[in-house]
Structures are given as structure tokens and as C-alpha cells.
Nanobody, 121 residues
């Protein structure tokens, strides 16, 4: 009963930048961690970056120094600023959120539909 709506994907040249957004809506009491994952053709889905409700962040080694994750708790939205993009960044990027539906519930995992990022000349 939670929807994650992603935007910002597209085609960009190597060295370019993109900014992904993901807004959560629905039955939400609070959101713990939010993050971005990516999956290239023929490969598993891997964590790109995550951010806790307190603002602690974690990045995959391959994107450290190039990507920045942030969130707006009031808007239930997480962002991924991607700079210095490389062809190997090409993948479907999916948003994830751990959502508490009520004050008494635990957290449940929700995923966005995925947005394509293609880095190519």
C-alpha cells in the first residue's frame, strides 16, 4: 500500500550528470532507510547508495566521490545526484524504502518500478 515513484533517468554522455528522484506515498507512518539499487543486464541488483532517517549514508565503492544521496523527510523523497557518469553506470536504477505503516508495526520493504540510466557516446 505504498508507492515509490521515480524520475530523472535517461541517456547521458560519459562525464555527464543526472539527478534521480523517488517519492514515497500511501500508508506511511515513517520511513527508516531509503536507497538506490541498480541492475545491469545479466547481473544481480546491487546497492548503489543508502541513507538512514538520521542522515547516515553508505555508498558502493564504485560510486564513492561521484554520487551523492540525500533525502527530504517532509516529502518522503530520496535523491541521487550522479556526476562523472561512466558507461559502466548503465543500469536500471530502483528506489527502495523501509516503511512503517503504523506506530505499532515493523518496517516493510517497498521498491520502485525502476528507471533506466544509459551512459553512452
Amino acid at each position: 500500500q505504498v508507492q515509490l515513484v521515480e524520475s530523472g533517468g535517461g541517456l547521458v554522455q560519459p562525464g555527464g550528470s543526472l539527478r534521480l528522484s523517488c517519492a514515497a506515498s500511501g500508508r506511511i507512518f515513517s520511513i527508516n532507510a531509503m536507497g538506490w539499487y541498480r541492475q545491469a543486464p545479466g547481473k544481480q541488483r546491487d546497492l548503489v547508495a543508502a541513507i538512514t532517517s538520521e542522515g547516515f549514508t553508505n555508498y558502493a565503492d564504485s560510486v564513492k566521490g561521484r554520487f551523492t544521496i540525500s533525502r527530504d523527510n517532509a516529502k518522503n523523497t530520496v535523491y541521487l545526484q550522479m556526476n562523472s557518469l561512466k558507461p559502466e553506470d548503465t543500469a536500471v536504477y530502483s528506489c527502495h524504502a523501509g516503511v512503517r505503516h503504523t506506530v505499532l508495526s515493523g518496517y516493510y520493504d517497498y521498491w520502485g518500478q525502476g528507471t533506466q540510466v544509459t551512459v553512452s557516446s
